[in-house]
Nanobody
């Protein structure tokens, strides 16, 4: 069974930090691009960062560039999203995803996590 399980979300004050984790199982982790998407209620789910399967290529959407860092540990089948200098507009449900496109697109994603809520208070 394919699983992507996110953890690390929560409530944080503006300017604070959170580290999201994504634990994978049931597929060949090191063969997939790993991405993070986020979604605000009523809005489209958008890709914000991704990391390639083997050469370490990373991509960030402009709104998180310089504040978020994506990484992966293929041996542990886990990916991470380090989020610093958080802003209220970062409030969303964050989803881990595995696919084959970086930059990431929803229709090029094979597997999704269940999502974790990140709330940034002002």
């Amino acid at each position: 069974e394919v699983q992507l399980v996110e953890s690390g979300g929560g409530l944080v004050q503006a300017g604070g930090s959170l580290r999201l984790s994504c634990a994978a199982s049931g597929f060949t982790f090191d063969a997939k691009v790993i991405a993070w998407f986020r979604q605000i209620p009523g809005k489209e789910r958008l890709g914000i960062s991704c990391i390639s399967s083997s050469d370490g290529f990373t991509w960030y959407t402009d709104s998180v560039k310089g504040r978020f860092t994506i990484s992966r540990d293929n041996a542990k089948k886990t990916a991470y999203l380090e989020m610093n200098s958080l802003k209220p507009e970062d409030t969303a449900v964050y989803y881990c995803a595995a696919g084959y496109s970086c930059p990431p697109y929803s229709d090029l994603t094979d597997y999704w996590g269940q999502g974790t809520q990140v709330t940034v208070s002002s």
